[in-house]
C-alpha cells in the first residue's frame, strides 16, 4: 500500500489531466454508442427484443398404448372339441355286372424314328500342331526345331512356308528342303524363347520353345554325356492341316 501510495503521489498535474481526459472520452464514447442504438436504430424495435422473454416448451403427452382383443379372437391354445357322428351312414349297395367283358392285349405301338444327323464342327483353325522334347538319344547334341506339315491322312505337304519368331527377329522356313522327309523344315535354335506357326493359312503358334534347359541327360546308347544339356535340346513340331 505504501509503495501504491507512492506511486499515486508521485503523478504530476499534467499527468492527472491527460488520464481525467481520457476516461471523459472513453465515457462519451460508450454514451453516445447507446444513444444511437436507442434513438436511431428503431428503438421500438430494439425495446421488444430485449423485453422478449424464451418460449417454454410445452412438453409431449406420453402416450401409454393399449391392447383390447377383438371379441372373434380366439386363443391358439383353446383345444377344438372331437366331432361326433349322431347318424350311422349306411352305404349304398354295390351293383354286380352280368358279364364281365374279356378284353385281348394290346399290342405296342412302336414309332419309327429317323436319327437327326449329327452336325459336324468346323475346325478354328486350318492347321494345328504339337510339340515334343527330343530324347538324349534322339538329340545326341543338337538345338533345333524339326517341324513337319502332313495333311489329316498323315501324308507329308512339301513347299508348305513356316515362321519361327523370337524376341528380336524371326525367319521363314519350307518343307520339302529335306531329304529325310518331303514334308519337314528344320531350324537351329540358340539361347531364348522361340514360337513357331505355318504361314499358309490360319495355323495355330506353338510355343514357347527353349533350349535353355540346364540339366544334362547322357545318351546311354553312344555314353554321350551331352546329348541332351544346357543349350542343346531340340523339339519336333508336328502340323496338321485338319481343313
Known sequence: MRSLKRE??????????????LLTMVNMVVLGGLVWLITLQSPGQFLRVLAQAPVTRTPYPTFTPTYTPEPWATPLNTLVPTWTPSVTLTPWPTDTPENTPTRLPATPFRATSTPAPTATSTPEFDYIGTVRQLSACENAGKHHIFAYVKD???NSIPGVKMKVSWPGGEGILTTGTKTEDPGLADFAMFKGTYYIEVLDGLSQVVGPISPDIPQAEVCEETGNAVANSLFHYSFEVNFTKVR
Open 152 to 154: 489329316s491322312l498323315g
Open 8 to 21: 499515486i503521489a508521485s503523478i504530476s498535474d499534467r499527468q492527472w489531466t491527460v488520464l481525467l481526459s
